[in-house]
T-cell receptor, first 112, second 113 residues
Framework: SQKIEQNSEALNIQEGKTATLTCNYT??????LQWYRQDPGRGPVFLLL?????KEKRKERLKVTFDTTLKQSLFHITASQPADSATYLC???????????FGSGTRLSIRP | GAGVSQSPSNKVTEKGKDVELRCDPI?????LYWYRQSLGQGLEFLIY????????KSGLPSDRFSAERTGGSVSTLTIQRTQQEDSAVYLC???????????FGQGTRLTVV
């Protein structure tokens, strides 16, 4: 069956450092992989999408990598800030017509 | 509307009662998703509507749960004979044709007492 694994433990990072979150998947052949951010009491918000033929994608302080051989995506936040503290969810997707299944998320805390 | 709208935002119901949760997706979005999120947990997929195709109901936890999408727009999630374990936040999302990004509503917090 399909499985998505994200860092199960919360991640605590010193402000200014780079945070790296991991998303591993099995039994998917994703055409793309999405990352979302969720703040307490709110619905998830889309951050970035990376396609299967892309190795890396950047948006401001965010960088996502996608290794279809390792079946893994890494999500990096550089120069982290306390405002980056949230839960981050990954979602590999076989096509735009398939349902979106999310990983359980990684809770990130950036301490001043 | 400007975003995905869910109502009510909060619902308290007695065990055994039926509840209906409503989702108004972004106008023109063909895909609509329902998820359940228990306290401190991840998003549990419930059901997915895509255009005129038969919905993917593979995530519905029991036959007490059902959902409809009328006219390809508004969706209603119905939970019959509610149980305490149904208490959670129910989130709805929509995305456009060939769309990749899902837009979420604020959710309905359901409490079964």
């Amino acid at each position: 069956s399909q499985k998505i694994e994200q860092n199960s433990e919360a991640l605590n990072i010193q402000e200014g450092k780079t945070a790296t979150l991991t998303c591993n998947y099995t039994n998917y052949s994703p055409a793309y992989l999405q990352w979302y951010r969720q703040d307490p009491g709110r619905g998830p918000v889309f951050l970035l999408l990376i396609r299967e033929n892309e190795k890396e994608k950047r948006k401001e302080r965010l960088k996502v990598t996608f290794d279809t051989t390792l079946k893994q995506s890494l999500f990096h936040i550089t120069a982290s800030q306390p405002a980056d503290s949230a839960t981050y969810l990954c979602a590999p997707r076989d096509s735009s017509a398939s349902k979106i299944i999310f990983g359980s998320g990684t809770r990130l805390s950036i301490r001043p | 509307g400007a975003g995905v709208s869910q109502s009510p935002s909060n619902k308290v119901t007695e065990k055994g009662k039926d509840v209906e949760l409503r989702c108004d997706p972004i106008s023109g979005h063909t895909a609509l998703y329902w998820y359940r999120q228990s306290l401190g947990q991840g998003l549990e997929f419930l059901i997915y509507f895509q255009g005129n195709s038969a919905p993917d109901k593979s995530g519905l936890p029991s036959d007490r749960f059902s959902a409809e999408r009328t006219g390809g727009s508004v969706s209603t999630l119905t939970i019959q004979r509610t149980q305490q374990e149904d208490s959670a936040v129910y989130l709805c999302a929509s995305s456009g044709t060939g769309g990749t990004e899902a837009f979420f509503g604020q959710g309905t917090r359901l409490t079964v007492v």
